[in-house]
């Protein structure tokens, strides 16, 4: 099998060496082929989409045929490629890893796809930023494992039909809003992939702690689980972060307290804000009455680009219920005043609030 030719992930926005950042960093992708699950027995969570694709699996193998394709969707460290190196396992086939990006000319894929042997497992992550024209050849290479070789230019140029084997296809987006309609409705199952609850992500820790030989508390594991934004990766990069901690300060043992001491040392908070995103919401809390502001206002307050606030800060902000986007400008919610421990104007001794004062 082939493990180690995953290209590097293309990183577009600016959230540089942040802890708590989805994308995998070198740093990650060093331990994570160490880390992963090789089994569906050893994924974590996802249920359902392990459990349907478990069945799409075994009537395959029971057929003894090739399994349909499968798109993976899911935010970045949910655990897509993981499952598509799962669904090679489990059907005893090699997988050829390759991405959208890595794809620029359709005479590209067709080298790869006409390559490939019975049964084999393509893994095409970003799937959603191939070319136009490979998108119509995979078209035709999912539907009838064929593909039109053009040999010549111009006008003597002919198309060479060319069988291929059949193959499974396993794609991976994290946009999946962005394939187009007729690539979507080629997959025979899609797995749409979660963000993890908290004791889920207690299972992932303990599992990486017992194979990176780190002593763990059950309440250290929960006090990093609960800081991890739902990501098994990110899980896993602050256990080794603790791991440190624990090697240098104490005993090596992961306790809640040397976990919480760590985490705080790295500025991650109980609820996995990390200083960007306290930033943020400070500044909308306390320079603009929790807005509305625009995100330009917001981006120079916090000295950062508004990308880096819009891509980096915002999701998560928004997905934990503190930071609403409104046409009017970004909201801080209640609850974004109670986690910084702030009172919102007009309800505490600090008087009337400047709701409204600096909008846009
Ligand atoms: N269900 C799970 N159980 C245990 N570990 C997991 C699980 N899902 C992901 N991980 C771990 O999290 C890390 C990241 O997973 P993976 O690389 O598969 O994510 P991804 O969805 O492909 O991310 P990206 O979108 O950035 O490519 C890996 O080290 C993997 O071991
Ligand atoms: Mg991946």
Not at 116 to 129: M, N, P, Q, S, Y
Not at 163 to 184: I, K, M, N, S, W
Not at 230 to 242: Q, S
């Amino acid at each position: 099998m082939n493990w180690d030719d995953e290209s590097a992930p293309v990183t577009t926005t600016g959230d540089g060496d942040r802890l708590v950042k989805a994308a995998a960093d070198g740093d990650d992708r060093a331990v994570e082929a160490a880390l992963r699950p090789k089994d569906l027995g050893e994924f974590v969570g996802q249920e359902r989409v392990r459990e349907q694709l478990d069945l799409v699996l075994k009537a395959a193998r029971a057929r003894g045929a090739t399994a349909d394709h499968v798109l993976l969707s899911g935010a970045p460290g949910l655990g897509k490629t993981t499952l598509s190196m799962i669904i090679a396992a489990e059907m005893g086939a090699p997988i050829r890893i390759t991405s959208g990006p890595a794809i620029q000319h359709a005479g590209d894929l067709a080298a790869i796809l006409s390559s490939l042997t019975e049964g084999e497992v393509l893994f095409l992550d970003e799937i959603h930023r191939m070319s136009r024209p490979a998108e119509e050849m995979l078209y035709m290479a999912m539907e009838d494992f064929r593909v039109d070789v053009i040999v010549g230019k111009g006008p003597g140029a002919t198309a060479i039909p060319l069988e291929l084997p059949p193959f499974t296809l396993v794609g991976a987006t994290t946009r999946a809003g962005l394939l187009p309609p007729p690539l979507r409705d080629r997959f025979g199952f899609t797995g749409h992939m979660e963000f993890y609850a908290p004791v889920e992500l207690q299972r992932v820790i303990h599992r990486s702690a017992r194979l990176l030989d780190v002593e763990i508390e059950e309440a250290g594991a929960a006090e990093i689980a609960g800081r991890s934004r739902g990501t098994p990766r990110i899980a896993n990069r602050l256990l080794r972060r603790v791991r440190d901690y624990a090697q240098v300060k104490a005993d090596g043992v992961v306790t809640q307290e040397i976990a919480a001491q760590a985490l705080q040392v790295y500025e991650v908070d109980a609820r996995g804000l990390d200083r960007l995103d306290r930033a943020v919401l400070g500044a909308l809390l306390k320079l603009f009455g929790g807005g509305p502001v625009g995100l330009s206002t917001l981006a120079v307050a916090v000295g950062e680009e508004r990308e880096t606030v819009e891509e980096v800060a915002e999701p998560f902000l928004v997905r934990e219920g503190l930071l609403a986007r409104t046409p009017r400008g970004r909201v801080a919610t209640p609850a974004a005043w109670a986690h910084l421990g702030l009172t919102p104007p007009g309800q505490g001794p600090t008087g009337p609030g400047q709701q409204g004062l600096f909008d846009r």
